[in-house]
């Protein structure tokens, strides 16, 4: 009998070490996937981290086995999806001044309800489109394939210690990563980037230049592909190329006067920096115009997904099996979920009443308010489950749905009841916004939780005991991201500058500050269009041009989404990005005339040392952040901390690059 069906003779899938093991992981992964999607906007599955990590570790325990490491990633992976869904909407209430400050309980309610609801929905979808359909989900897979790697009886000894090499890459990547963090921004010997601002033709143009030292980013641009990074580089060319120059020459008279300097000849070479700066925020405006248009781009694309997801799910409801023959065919019972929806809306209406009581139909606004939390959360969690079964979860369009919710919801109370009701202009944005939490975590657990199911279905698992583990993922990490945002954002700051930070790089939150910008807009009817606008037909052109290139079969493609988000975000980080993403295509290059065993085996490398990177930094980050919140601000850099910092960061080049190459 060989290690696979040794590892499945065991008879429990539960365990208190595997359950000791899930809520560890859990807590790990979704903070740091809270801190990295804060940072770039973009947020990477942890399934394979996490199945290679609780791999590792389970083998420590007697009588481990497969499907138990297959639960921890569960989940682990659970916990890191939520925190996507919970960042990408509720720093934008603390954003648009509806909160002081993060509040536990409130983030505790949005993210529970969000993704319990997201895992509910989906359920009934595991039959449908994992057994009958038979979807594809990519990540699902590939998790199964790690996981059986390591427990592989033929060439046992040699199979094992690859597992374990790729166990030490990621370990020793969190450990470099995790370093560079402490020393750059815990002890100021380095700089998180470096600025160059120049100004031209006697003034008439500046341009700025600049980089971020970040081992996290380089590994995201390493996941992701040089394809989307460079579409994360053409953004941050636009905007910092194109725009600031633009903006400048056509109102350099208006930055002049908000400067209060005289004229053009009057400006030194310290104002170039604080004015480029200045004026790169307000092009940020272009970056909202492309990401609106990309958003409902997406969703237009997937109509017909759409359809079939909710018919799919609609149906899976109505015959839905209550009891199964087999063991790896049982899910939780309809009722019992049935029963919970009503359990999980509860809180929600504690939380939303007090607002809209202040309005004369405060009930009736609450019920139409819940109606509208079932019926997107329902409409989008089919969706994102349907949809990273066709393209992956990394390629779902979450920032798409949630755009699609608070533009909705956002023009139903305000056309349909701000006339009538002069108060929902003010509380009209909070309530959008709750909606659009619980939305947007619902259909980020969704598509995550489809994957997982997937994976356990390769390996015979239990679906009702990895539905449990979802839920208890959800429940640790809808815990601790309250926590995790109220530390990030005192001690670096989310869209705007922390209290204890002196560098002023705070971490630029893009999706939040979008929706923050829409929902007041909407409701102040205060809404800037022209760079909006002039955003849009960017990304219209874009969308244009990927329609040719995807006529011409191009194996590259302009996804106008990643385009919209290098226009918003620091032209730094897009740099950083760009270089990860081409050291991917560099190592990958030095591949093609290697067996396909050995291909893969480097690939795997690669992914582990770059989620090791990540998660390294992203805990490092979160650490600090308690201490600067709780023991002693952060130190200002070093003198010649732009050079350490630069040098320092190229050998973290050199040793992802060297490492990722090894078989």
Same mark, same amino acid.
């Given at each position: 009998?060989n ?19 899930? $809520?560890v992981?859990?807590i790990i992964?979704?903070a740091?996937?809270? &801190?990295i ?8 599955s ?7 990590l609780?791999m590792?570790?389970?083998?420590w ?13 569960t989940?682990?992976?659970?916990g890191?999806?939520l925190?996507a ?10 954003l648009? %001044?509806?909160w ?8 505790l ?7 319990l ?10 039959r449908?489109?994992?057994?009958d ?8 897979v ?16 040699a ?13 020793q990547?969190s ?9 750059g921004?815990?002890f ?8 160059? $601002? ?5 003034? %008439?143009?500046?341009?700025n ?26 953004g941050?060319?636009i905007?910092?190329?194109i ?7 056509? =109102? ?5 006067n ?6 053009l000849?009057?400006?030194s070479?310290s104002?170039?920096?604080?004015v480029?700066?200045? /004026?790169? =925020? ?9 990401? @609106? $248009? ?7 694309q997937?109509a017909?997904?759409?359809y ?7 149906k ?10 087999? %063991? ?8 019992l ?7 999980l ?6 939380l939303? &009443?007090p ?8 009930i009736?606004?609450?019920?139409i308010?819940l109606?509208?939390?079932? +019926?997107f959360?329902? /409409?989008?969690?089919?969706v ?8 992956? !979860?990394s390629n ?9 919710? $608070? ?10 009841l ?7 202009q003010q ?9 659009a939490?619980v939305?947007? !975590? ?8 489809? =994957? ?6 390769i390996l ?6 990895? #539905? ?10 809808a815990?601790?991201?309250?926590f ?7 001690s &670096?700051?989310?869209?705007?500058e922390?209290?204890n930070?002196?560098?002023?790089d705070?971490?630029?939150?893009? #999706?939040?500050a979008?929706?923050?910008?829409? +929902? ?11 760079? /909006? ?14 329609h040719?290139?995807e006529?011409l ?5 302009l ?7 290098g226009?918003?975000l620091p032209?730094?980080l897009?740099?950083?990005l ?5 050291l991917? &295509? ?13 291909? +893969? %085996? ?12 990540i +998660?390294?930094e992203?805990?490092?980050?979160v650490? @600090? ?6 023991? /002693? ?7 010649y ?14 040793y @992802?690059?060297?490492?990722s190459r090894?078989s």
């Open positions: 009998m290690r696979i069906q040794q590892s499945l003779s065991g008879d429990s899938e539960f365990s208190f070490s595997t359950l000791i093991l899930a $809520v992981l859990a992964l979704s740091a996937n809270a &801190y999607g804060l940072l770039v906007g973009m947020t990477v942890a399934s394979i981290p996490a199945a290679a609780s590792a570790i389970m083998s325990f007697r009588n481990s086995n497969i499907l138990q490491s297959n639960m921890v990633q989940s682990a992976s659970a890191e999806a925190a869904g919970v960042i990408f909407t509720v720093p934008a209430l603390v648009m %001044q509806a002081q400050s993060y509040s536990f309980f409130p983030t309610i949005l993210a529970l309800s969000g993704g609801l997201g895992v509910i929905f989906t359920i009934p979808l595991r449908a489109l994992i057994v359909k038979a979807l594809a989900f990519p990540e699902g590939a998790t199964s394939e790690v996981l059986k790697a390591g427990f592989e009886l033929s060439n046992y000894q199979e094992s210690n690859k597992s374990l090499l790729g166990v030490r890459h990621l370990l990547a450990g470099l990563s995790a370093l560079f963090k402490l020393v921004t815990g100021g010997i380095f700089s998180s980037g470096a600025s160059w $601002v120049t100004g031209w033709f006697s003034g %008439q143009l500046i341009t230049v600049s980089i971020q030292f970040s081992p996290a980013l380089l590994g995201v641009g390493y996941i992701v592909g040089l394809n989307i990074a460079v579409l994360v580089l053409i941050g060319l905007g910092t190329f725009g600031i120059p633009v903006n400048w020459y056509l =109102q350099n008279e208006f930055w002049l908000h400067f209060e300097i005289s004229e000849t009057a400006i070479g104002d170039w920096g604080p480029s700066q200045a /004026i790169w =925020q307000d092009n940020r405006k272009l970056g909202v115009g492309a990401m @609106l $248009v990309g958003g409902i781009w997406s969703l237009i997937i017909k997904p759409v079939i997801s909710i018919k799919a799910n609609l899976s409801f109505k015959h839905f099996q209550l009891n199964s023959d087999e %063991q790896s065919d049982k899910d939780l019972p309809l009722p979920l049935l029963l919970a929806i009503p359990l809306l509860l809180p929600l209406i504690f939303v &009443y607002i809209l009581a202040q309005t004369q139909h405060g009736l606004f609450s019920l308010w109606i509208f939390i079932v +019926t959360a329902f /409409i989008f969690s089919s994102a489950a349907y949809m990273a079964g066709v393209v992956g !979860s779902n369009p979450i920032s798409g749905v949630t755009i699609a919710t $608070v533009l909705v919801s956002s023009l139903i109370w305000f056309y349909l701000a006339e009538t009701l002069p108060e929902i509380i009209g944005g909070i309530t959008v916004m709750f909606l939490a939305t947007c !975590s619902a259909a980020a657990i969704s598509g995550d939780n489809l =994957q997982d199911l997937k994976c356990g279905h015979g698992a239990t679906p009702w005991k990895q #539905q449990i583990y979802q839920m208890i993922g959800v429940i640790v990490a815990c601790i991201l309250p995790v945002l109220m530390l990030l954002d005192t &670096y700051g989310i869209g705007r922390g209290i930070n002196p560098n002023g705070y971490l630029a939150a893009p #999706q939040a979008l929706m923050q910008a829409l +929902t007041q807009g909407i409701f102040g009817q205060s809404l800037d269009w022209t760079l /909006i606008k002039l955003g849009g037909l960017i990304a219209i052109i874009i969308i244009i041009l990927d040719m290139l006529k079969k191009s194996g590259f493609r996804h106008v989404l990643a385009v919209a988000i226009i918003y032209f730094a897009a740099i950083s760009f270089i990860g993403g081409l991917k &295509y560099w190592v990958t290059s030095k591949t093609k005339n290697k067996s396909l065993t050995q291909q +893969t %085996q480097q690939n795997q490398n690669g992914l582990l040392l770059a989620s090791g990177l +998660t390294g992203a805990l490092m980050g650490i @600090l952040a308690m201490f600067a919140a709780f023991v /002693i601000p952060l130190p200002a850099p070093i003198e901390a732009e050079w350490t910092g630069l040098i320092a960061f190229f050998l973290v080049c050199l @992802l690059y060297k490492r090894e």
